[in-house]
Antibody, heavy 121, light 107 residues
Framework: QIQLVQSGPELKKPGESVKISCKASGYTFTDYAMHWVKQAPGKGLKWMGWINTYTGKPTYADDFKGRFVFSLEASASTANLQISNLKNEDTATYFC??????????????WGQGVMVTVSS | DIQMTQSPASLSASLGETVTIECLASEDIYSNLAWYQQKPGKSPQLLIYDASSLQDGVPSRFSGSESGTQYSLEINSLQSEDAVTYFCQQHHDYPYTFGAGTKLELK
């Protein structure tokens, strides 16, 4: 069955960096795009962008340009999200979510369990 | 950015009732609308895409419809497990945007 398994919770200080992983199984990783979605505590969902898992080309929403990097380890069917220079407002749960198309439909048909990142001094 | 105005923010209903949640898009999104269900502490699950297409495995008591830029999610014969939070999302244009969510509670 299709699964997206994300890495564990992170506690970081402001200014540090964090790398979150999302390991896919049950399908051909490079046939489907992968998105990243942020959910701050008690808040709604915010789309961060997506990565073409075949070409490795990332697309970032405007609010996530600069400190956020999407990457792949395609041989390991894994997508990564790295956030640098962490700020308090980065405290949130970060989800990876699969798209039914490689070139994105913008539909999220399978989701990881989410990674809680806490930024606190 | 396309704004998705979701209503109501919260809703209370009884078992067996029919409930409707709505989302108004700030511009034409050409039926590119999805609905998700999120249980507490869990990731969202896709219910409906393209405004009215039911995702595989989703119970048929969930349905989606549209009228212009207004989109609706209807839940028939409300079950106890349906009392969670629902989000709409437009998948027409970047950045993909979500509604603020509707928390459905049982009376």
């Amino acid at each position: 069955q299709i699964q997206l398994v994300q890495s564990g919770p992170e506690l970081k200080k402001p200014g540090e960096s964090v790398k979150i992983s999302c390991k896919a199984s049950g399908y051909t990783f490079t046939d489907y795009a992968m998105h990243w979605v942020k959910q701050a505590p008690g808040k709604g969902l915010k789309w961060m962008g997506w990565i073409n898992t075949y070409t490795g080309k990332p697309t970032y929403a405007d609010d996530f340009k600069g400190r956020f990097v999407f990457s792949l380890e395609a041989s390991a069917s894994t997508a990564n999200l790295q956030i640098s220079n962490l700020k308090n407002e980065d405290t949130a749960t970060y989800f990876c979510a699969r798209d039914p198309r490689l070139t994105t439909e913008g539909i999220f048909d399978y989701w990881g369990q989410g990674v809680m990142v806490t930024v606190s001094s | 950015d396309i704004q998705m105005t979701q209503s109501p923010a919260s809703l209370s209903a009884s078992l067996g009732e029919t409930v409707t949640i709505e989302c108004l898009a700030s511009e034409d999104i050409y039926s590119n609308l999805a609905w998700y269900q999120q249980k507490p502490g869990k990731s969202p699950q896709l219910l409906i895409y393209d405004a009215s297409s039911l995702q595989d495995g989703v119970p048929s008591r969930f349905s989606g419809s549209e009228s212009g830029t207004q989109y609706s999610l209807e839940i028939n014969s409300l079950q106890s497990e349906d009392a969670v939070t629902y989000f709409c999302q437009q998948h027409h244009d970047y950045p993909y945007t979500f509604g603020a969510g509707t928390k459905l509670e049982l009376k």
